[in-house]
């Protein structure tokens, strides 16, 4: 780009009106300085490469979670040279949030090339964004309808993961299986699990099979719960336990050491996980989940065909299983 100076003899403008006009181009993110160098038309320009990434909070706040979160760090961390990211946090999954207003100045101004959406926005129903002919991609932990909304979905199947994690805990002779979750899914896991465990001639009881708060204030009683498990005779515990919600798995693998079984393996424990960022655990863990640079790129690239013309469709991307 020219110099400040030159820009200020051609155009008769004030120094101060050209910083203001420059500092606007550097946050939409059409120029970017480079000190002495000087100021440079950006390789990817917003309206072809940059992506709105919708969050429906903010981070701290007690709707985050730790897929959020997952997302939030591979987005900033973003080295892929097809697209950019810039993240909106609509506070409190309010459309009058500061961050839905500027999503919907950005998207009329035509300075974003897509949104992505990291939880089905049913909270922006009627949002201005959703009339605007910007192609439009949700990634989710689960189906959710999107038709609603003109938006493709790409969301997470765990494919023969729990055929490859009762196999293993067979292999290793483990006959006795707990499973901690959060509140309402207990019966899709009983039904994808049960006939598995069966088959495999691992025993489990109704009352192992425990739902519990995932949020940050509430995840912490898996500690006590997961100890309270382990703490019977060696016929009276579980030897394996399914931990399905990452979540819980830094208190309840605390709950389990807690327990002081005398061998760490005492309890084989498959845990679930946010990849590229497993939650930290006490003990040793088989990690199965998502995997959100796969997920974060067939997204993109579902932008991609959608701007080209093509219309709205649900993708599926398989879980990781990874010993950690």
């Known amino acids: 780009m020219p110099s400040h100076r030159e820009l200020q003899r051609e155009l008769g403008a004030s120094s101060v009106t050209l910083q203001r006009a420059f500092d606007r181009l550097v946050e939409q993110g059409y120029v970017e300085p480079r000190g002495v160098q000087g100021t440079f038309v ?15 909070d903010e981070p701290g706040r007690g709707g985050w979670n730790r897929y959020w979160t997952t997302a939030k760090r591979v987005a900033e961390e973003w080295r892929d040279g097809s697209a950019r990211f810039r993240i909106y946090c609509i506070t409190g999954q309010r459309p009058d949030a500061a961050a839905h207003r500027r999503l919907c100045e950005d998207a009329e101004r035509g300075v974003i090339a897509g ?22 991609v949700c990634i989710a932990g689960s189906e959710s309808d999107m038709s609603a909304y003109a938006c493709s ?30 509140f309402g899914a207990v019966e899709a896991l009983r039904r994808r699990w049960l006939p598995l465990l069966r088959q495999a001639g691992i025993e489990t009881r109704d009352d192992w099979w425990l739902p519990l708060p995932v ?13 309270l498990l382990c703490s019977g005779g060696d016929r009276q515990r579980p030897d394996c336990m399914l931990i399905a919600d990452d979540n819980l798995v ?49 997204a993109v690239n579902e932008l991609g065909a959608l ?9 599926k991307v398989s879980y990781e299983l990874r010993d950690v």
């Open 42 to 56: 950006a390789a990817l320009l917003p309206h072809d490469s940059l992506v709105a990434i919708v969050f429906p």
């Open 115 to 136: 949104m992505l959406f990291v939880h089905p926005p049913f909270f922006l129903a009627g949002s201005p964004v959703f009339s605007s002919r910007l192609p439009r």
């Open 153 to 182: 979905l790409v969301s997470m199947v765990d494919g023969d993961v729990p055929e490859r994690i009762v196999a293993k805990f067979k292999d290793s002779g483990r006959r006795r299986l707990a499973v901690l979750c959060g």
């Open 307 to 315: 701007a080209a013309g093509g219309s709205p469709r649900n993708i």
């Open 215 to 227: 949020d940050p204030s509430g995840a912490v009683c898996a500690r006590g719960v997961a100890r």
């Open 250 to 298: 830094p208190h309840a693998t605390a709950g389990i050491r807690d327990a002081e079984l005398g061998d760490p393996g005492a309890i084989a424990i498959a845990a679930h996980a946010n990849y590229p960022g497993p939650t930290i655990s006490v003990l040793p863990c088989l990690r199965y989940g998502p995997d959100m640079t796969a997920q974060l790129r067939t």
